[in-house]
């Protein structure tokens, strides 16, 4: 009997006999350099600023302005940057988003005062809005859900990575020849992504170089969104059924805590290092390396710890949570900074704080878990709408702190003070972590 049993098992499938290829690594590669030269894009500007303020005779309070002005239409344009995205899928948006963002930067080489390097920001803004929704969407698509944590470390990295191996070339080329240089190259670099973007971005379904085992594994983890999720028109009843969950508000009020310290080392860190601690160029360059390459660790750990608690555990509460409230009260120590006096004790309490941040971005893969597959776009633009308002106020505020008080002291306490709210807010308001089933509305 047994052996007649066996005999009218069926064989093996074709997909359950081959092993899982690992395309979806490669295209974890293209959208992490993609990041990377999305934040050299939008950055290049803090490590200009001290010598660009002078050539353009730009107040402290005015920077602030200048700095926050890409975030003024970055956020304004998230939700119509997700809805296109929904539309036209991941493709065409981001190699339209990276070959205007990186046109407008290229721009700012030839600002001629505060009008027209605002008229570039805003451009920025706008052509840049797409990139993190499309990143979500791809991770929520090419992997399953107990790898998304490592794959949202591996291309946030880029934000990190880029400029702390890039600053020192950075701030050589400024001094080597002016800040106009600095856009030339950054712009450039970008165009040329774009155009690999073009050639070498598949959908799952589209793919030639993953097999059908690999397939079959992402789908089981959740991943594979229908081809219908692809082209969804947008309507403000989504909106409202979207905000309607305290998932989607926690996890918008938690990342815009992380991004107020983010925002201020990529906007007045290296004139903080210039005029509060009086570092020479050569100093600045050197030390500004450190607190990114500490953010840098902080993404790749706090998204394998995840991972690592998710299989431990099965707990995406757990697995998701603890890692990012751990990073927002860490990105508070910030403020320990007003209370030391050397330099490197000073850049030590900062990495900390950076490291700490940098744990902040598995926000995005809380998005990838909790959005619904047919409003990934729609999810990620009002997550990063909320999150980039810091972009706007934070710039300001510490401009006007600095203006009215001519040190970075209270700067830096607010700062600190708003990560703590951050991890509040994922303490709670996010509640449970789980995706959200709703059907979209036409």
Same mark, same amino acid.
């Given at each position: 009997?047994?052996?007649?049993?066996?005999?009218?098992?069926?064989?093996?499938?074709?997909?359950?006999?081959?092993?899982?290829?690992?395309?979806?690594?490669?295209?974890?590669?293209?959208?992490?350099?993609?990041?990377?030269?999305?934040?050299?894009?939008?950055?290049?500007?803090?490590?200009?600023?001290?010598?660009?303020?002078?050539?353009?005779?730009?107040?402290?309070?005015?920077?602030g302005?200048?700095?926050?002005?890409?975030?003024?239409?970055?956020?304004?344009?998230?939700?119509?940057?997700?809805?296109?995205?929904?539309? $036209?899928?991941? +493709?065409?948006?981001?190699? #339209?988003?990276?070959?205007?963002?990186s046109?407008?930067?290229? %721009?700012?080489? =030839? &600002?001629t005062?505060?009008?027209?390097?605002?008229?570039?920001r805003?451009?920025l803004?706008v052509?840049?809005?797409?990139?993190?929704?499309?990143?979500?969407?791809?991770?929520?698509?090419w992997?399953?859900?107990?790898?998304?944590?490592?794959?949202?470390?591996?291309y946030?990295?880029?934000?990190?990575?880029?400029?702390?191996?890039?600053?020192?070339?950075?701030?050589?080329?400024?001094?080597?020849?002016?800040?106009?240089?600095?856009?030339?190259v950054?712009?450039?670099?970008?165009?040329?992504?774009?155009?690999?973007w073009?050639?070498?971005?598949?959908?799952?379904?589209?793919?030639?170089?993953?097999?059908?085992a690999?397939?079959?594994?992402?789908?089981?983890?959740?991943?594979?969104a229908?081809?219908?999720?692809?082209?969804?028109p $947008?309507?403000? +009843?989504?909106?409202?059924? #979207?905000?309607?969950?305290?998932?989607?508000?926690?996890?918008? %009020?938690?990342? =815009? &805590?992380?991004?107020?310290?983010?925002?201020?080392?990529?906007?007045?860190?290296?004139?903080?290092?210039?005029?509060?601690?009086?570092?020479?160029?050569?100093?600045v360059?050197?030390?500004?390396?450190?607190?990114?390459?500490?953010a840098?660790?902080?993404?790749?750990?706090?998204?394998?710890?995840?991972?690592?608690?998710?299989?431990r555990?099965?707990s995406?509460n757990i697995?998701?949570?603890?890692?990012?409230?751990?990073?927002?009260?860490?990105?508070?120590?910030?403020?320990?900074a007003?209370?030391?006096?050397?330099?490197?004790?000073?850049?030590?309490?900062?990495?900390v704080?950076?490291f700490?941040?940098?744990?902040?971005?598995?926000?995005?893969?809380?998005?990838?878990?909790?959005?619904?597959?047919?409003?990934?776009?729609?999810?990620?633009?009002?997550?990063?709408?909320?999150t980039?308002?810091a972009?706007?106020?934070?710039?300001?505020?510490?401009?006007?702190?600095?203006g009215?008080?001519g040190?970075?002291?209270?700067?830096?306490?607010?700062?600190?003070?708003?990560?703590?709210?951050?991890?509040?807010?994922?303490?709670?308001?996010?509640?449970?972590?789980?995706?959200?089933?709703?059907?979209?509305?036409?």
């Amino acid at each position: 009997m047994q052996s007649q049993a066996t005999a009218t098992q069926p064989p093996p499938t074709a997909a359950a006999a081959q092993r899982p290829t690992r395309a979806r690594f490669a295209i974890l590669a293209l959208i992490a350099v993609g990041t990377m030269i999305n934040y050299l894009d939008r950055t290049v500007l803090g490590i200009a600023a001290p010598r660009l303020s002078v050539d353009l005779g730009l107040t402290p309070a005015v920077m602030g302005v200048v700095f926050s002005a890409f975030a003024w239409t970055y956020a304004a344009t998230q939700i119509p940057g997700g809805v296109f995205l929904d539309r $036209f899928g991941v +493709k065409l948006t981001y190699f #339209l988003s990276v070959s205007f963002w990186s046109l407008f930067t290229l %721009l700012q080489a =030839f &600002a001629t005062g505060l009008y027209s390097l605002l008229f570039y920001r805003f451009g920025l803004g706008v052509s840049e809005a797409p990139c993190f929704p499309a990143n979500s969407r791809v991770v929520g698509t090419w992997f399953p859900q107990q790898e998304r944590a490592t794959a949202t470390g591996i291309y946030t990295v880029g934000e990190y990575i880029g400029l702390a191996f890039f600053s020192p070339i950075l701030f050589w080329i400024m001094g080597a020849f002016s800040w106009h240089a600095l856009f030339i190259v950054v712009g450039v670099l970008g165009v040329a992504f774009g155009i690999v973007w073009w050639f070498c971005y598949r959908e799952p379904h589209e793919s030639r170089a993953a097999n059908q085992a690999e397939l079959d594994y992402i789908a089981a983890g959740g991943g594979l969104a229908p081809k219908s999720a692809e082209k969804v028109p $947008f309507s403000w +009843k989504n909106v409202g059924h #979207l905000l309607s969950y305290r998932q989607i508000w926690g996890a918008a %009020l938690g990342q =815009f &805590a992380g991004n107020a310290t983010l925002v201020f080392f990529l906007t007045w860190f290296p004139t903080y290092l210039a005029t509060e601690r009086h570092m020479g160029w050569v100093k600045v360059g050197f030390f500004a390396v450190m607190p990114f390459i500490a953010a840098a660790i902080g993404v790749l750990a706090g998204g394998w710890f995840s991972d690592l608690l998710l299989k431990r555990t099965g707990s995406a509460n757990i697995a998701r949570k603890l890692p990012i409230i751990a990073g927002l009260l860490l990105a508070s120590l910030i403020i320990a900074a007003d209370y030391v006096n050397t330099d490197m004790t000073v850049i030590a309490i900062l990495s900390v704080a950076f490291f700490g941040q940098g744990m902040v971005g598995l926000g995005w893969t809380v998005i990838s878990d909790i959005a619904p597959k047919a409003l990934m776009g729609l999810t990620g633009g009002l997550f990063n709408f909320a999150t980039n308002l810091a972009g706007i106020i934070t710039p300001i505020v510490i401009g006007v702190i600095i203006g009215t008080t001519g040190s970075f002291a209270w700067a830096l306490a607010f700062v600190g003070a708003i990560a703590l709210a951050g991890a509040l807010s994922y303490i709670f308001i996010l509640g449970d972590i789980h995706r959200i089933e709703l059907e979209p509305a036409t």
